[in-house]
């Protein structure tokens, strides 16, 4: 027989087998990857809201510097600095907590977390007696750029409670 005269046709391939639907052991895949993601961003988010007050603070903080480098007086600094500390530890801590303490409680209370207890032992005593001064020259014993690097980090360092 003649092989130009055998009835052969072209062969003829199946169609490529398509993506979707998807089987169901990857929608389960994509459904876990869906949760897990939502979920660290959920966590992401609520650290974000958390740690308001702490962004708003350390920028006030900055302006308060700003200040003080122009020329504010001790004093205003002083106040401003303990304002400061105030409103954004009633931020973090309940009412009932914070705003009673004075003196040296309050000094206790700003330590903790830290390590140093810069206010209790260092610098950031001033935050307590400072601002009830006289507005006459601050005497060279108070270190005040001791005392905004102990109120920045208070503000920086999240309280113990916080961190969980």
Request: glycine share 8%; hydrophobic share 45%.
């Amino acid at each position: 027989m003649d092989p130009t005269q055998i009835p052969l046709r072209d062969l003829h391939l199946p169609e490529a087998i398509g993506w979707w639907p998807i089987a169901p052991g990857w929608w389960f895949l994509l459904a876990v990857l869906v949760s897990v993601t939502g979920y660290y961003l959920y966590r992401a988010f609520v650290r974000w809201r958390r740690n308001a007050a702490r962004r708003i603070a350390l920028k006030e903080l900055a302006r308060i510097q700003q200040e003080y480098r122009h020329g504010v007086d001790e004093i205003s600094l002083a106040i401003e600095l303990s304002e400061l500390l105030r409103r954004t530890m009633l931020a973090y801590a309940p009412r009932h907590e914070v705003a009673g303490l004075t003196g040296q409680g309050w000094l206790r209370w700003l330590d903790q977390g830290l390590d140093d207890r810069p206010f209790s032992n260092g610098a950031g005593q001033g935050v307590e007696s400072l601002p009830y001064r006289r507005p006459n020259p601050v005497a060279d014993d108070v270190d005040l750029d001791g005392l905004i690097s102990a109120v920045k980090l208070r503000l920086q360092t999240p309280l113990p409670q916080e961190m969980s």
